[in-house]
């Protein structure tokens, strides 16, 4: 065999460095807003838009990208391949802890009927928080929103969090699974698979405690369940785009509001889950797309307490920036 | 050997250790210049960031329970593994048999990835540490299993013959010619196996541990805690070099013949 010509191992090397340094499916075009999401999350109005197309005309265009948990939207944003995204607070809060630069500027989801649910077994004999101690608690997310509300929840209830109850990691499309194979003796479960248990799994699961029964919390007329983040570059260099964009988000809520069975419709169809249109109120109070600070206040509190937060302080920047939807609101 | 003598082995060694550790010195030189460079912990901690994580995991106690937690899975799959891969592939190079029954089954189930088993594996067997340690085990078998079958296929012939001639029963002729000889393939094997237990005891702590340094990992990776995922993989670094080399002292004072007779 005849030696290859002495050109072609320095061509191969350098085409082979322009392939792995040229990234076109991260590269940004113009004012497109490459957002973070997925269908199974309860962000309704985000999906009822991209179901009617209302996000599809430039300017603030949205390039969606799928990711299985919000803590890869975050790892996504640091690393300047996603613009903005659906996060949780907690997700949220522990960014700016970290110094990462994102701003929050409008809710995702906040109250609905039901809302997020932690289950337990019918037969398992747990009838209180008090009779999670000494069990197995499964939750999608270590420091999401469900661990933090369900350790606020234990310890108003007299149960340590971190000793006397053992807190795992299981996806969310595991939970009624490892709780059917008495895997785990609780586990939180969103709001989209709240009905699952009367539907699909009839009466062997019943719901413990949600949301609305965490001290703290259900006081509270709003909580911020999912929360839009936007990277503090993107609202820099493109904020007319991202106000286009929230101008069209802020329209879909009001249709969604005034229009209930429609939307919940477009949802289900959105997300694949036809038992979104069986929700009792899916959609809560109506903030206009404002996210609710005192609740965010509190979850800064609540994720201190338990460690996730090092600080309660993030410097002189804002928590949470509502300029934009103020514009709107007022006209301009 | 005289005083001499052994202080000039001793010196030899020296020398030969710090020459295998100019690589590892130099990688760790360019991490520090990058992570400096960069200035960012979330992407790059600088050295002492990570050393600084690993001391706080220390002081907590979460280390010990970590280092604890995941040499326990690893260790317990490996052994497993060990212990039921080199009697089959002894049986499957011995026998044409066993390796008709075994052999298609073993060839086609071992490019299935072991990490898409984790979830089969809780459904089946629960979160705990048997569901962790049964991935562990379907995942390091197979070196062990191929390189056993090897070492036995690879006995010349002769020797087989001249036992044979000598009158050694079947049992004799495997333990005292064939094993003999596969050693040091049986324990190539089982650095594999090693290396692929760690591996795959990260992935299956990812899923409902406590514990562990894939745990530490997952949760530090939630945390956005990036000195601390750099501590645990240091840790897991750490031990499996730690268990190789064991395995390679044990295979150098075990099959000392072959590598004399060797490169």
Redesign the interface.
């Known amino acids: 065999m005849s030696k290859p010509p002495g050109w072609l191992t320095p061509t191969l090397l350098v085409l082979t460095l322009v392939a792995c340094f040229s990234s076109p499916a991260g590269a940004q075009s113009g004012t497109e807003i490459r957002m973070g999401y997925n269908p199974v999350w309860s962000i309704p109005f985000l999906l009822i838009g991209k179901e009617r197309g209302t996000f599809e005309a430039p300017p603030g265009q949205v390039k969606w990208v799928t990711f299985v948990n919000p803590n890869q939207v975050i790892e996504a944003m640091a690393a300047g391949e996603l613009d903005a995204g659906g996060i949780t607070p907690a997700h949220y809060l522990i960014a700016l802890d970290k110094g990462l630069k994102m701003t929050a500027v409008a809710i995702l989801s906040g109250w609905s009927k039901p809302t997020a649910s932690y289950m337990v077994r019918t037969d398992s004999g747990i009838q209180t928080a008090q009779d999670l101690r000494g069990k197995i608690i499964g939750v999608n997310n270590y420091g999401g929103v469900f661990d933090i509300y369900l350790r606020q929840m234990l310890d108003k209830n007299g149960v340590d969090p971190k000793k006397d109850v053992k807190i795992v990691e299981v996806p969310i499309a595991n939970i009624y699974q490892a709780l059917s194979t008495k895997q785990i003796d609780a586990g939180a479960v969103p709001v989209l698979f709240v009905p699952l248990a009367e539907t699909k799994f009839k009466g062997q699961f019943k719901i413990l405690f949600d949301f609305a029964d965490v001290p703290g919390i259900r006081e509270r007329p709003q909580i911020n369940q999912l929360i839009l983040a936007v990277t503090d570059d993107y609202v820099k260099k493109h904020r007319p785009a991202l106000k286009a964009f929230l101008r069209r988000y802020l329209d879909v809520v009001r249709w969604g509001y005034a229009n209930p069975a429609e939307a919940t419709a477009l949802w289900a169809k959105a997300s694949k889950v036809d038992l979104v249109k069986a929700l009792p109120d899916p959609f809560g109070p109506n903030t206009d797309a404002k996210i609710d600070v005192p609740a965010l206040q509190l979850d800064i509190e609540i994720m201190h307490r338990y460690g996730y937060l090092k600080k309660i302080e993030f410097g002189a920047r804002p928590l949470v920036d509502h300029s934009i939807l103020d514009e709107i609101l007022a006209g301009r | 050997m005289s005083t001499g003598e052994l202080g000039a082995n001793s010196w030899h060694w020296a020398g030969r250790a710090m020459a295998r550790s100019y690589s590892i010195v130099a990688v760790l030189l360019l991490w520090e210049i990058l992570a400096r460079a960069l200035d960012n912990v979330?992407?790059l901690p600088g050295i002492g960031a990570v050393v600084n994580a690993l001391g706080e995991l220390a002081r907590s106690g979460e280390l010990s329970t970590d280092l604890a937690s995941s040499s326990w899975r690893a260790l317990c799959g490996f052994f497993i593994a060990s212990a039921v891969g080199i009697p089959l592939g002894l049986a499957m190079g011995s026998f044409a048999r066993m390796d008709d029954f075994w052999g298609n089954l073993i060839s086609l189930s071992f490019p299935i990835p072991k990490i898409g088993l984790i979830?089969l594996f809780?459904?089946w067997l629960?979160?705990g540490d048997t569901s962790k340690i049964a991935v562990i085990i379907a995942g390091a078998i197979y070196p062990v299993i191929m390189n056993t079958y090897s070492g036995v296929k690879g006995t010349p012939r002769y020797l087989v013959w001249s036992a044979q001639t000598l009158g050694a029963s079947t049992l004799e002729l495997l333990y005292k010619v064939i094993l003999p000889h596969a050693l040091p393939f049986i324990f190539a094997g089982l650095r594999l196996a090693m290396g692929i237990a760690w591996i795959l005891l990260f992935a299956a702590e990812m899923?409902?541990?406590?514990s562990g340094l894939g745990f530490r990992i997952?949760?530090a990776?939630?945390?956005?805690?990036t000195p601390v995922v750099f501590a645990s993989l240091a840790m897991i670094a750490v031990l499996g070099f730690a268990f190789d080399r064991l395995l390679y002292y044990l295979s150098r004072y075990a099959c000392d013949w072959y590598f004399h007779r060797n490169v």
């Open positions: 979330l992407f979830p809780i459904l629960g979160i899923v409902a541990a406590t997952l949760y990776q939630r945390l956005l805690d």
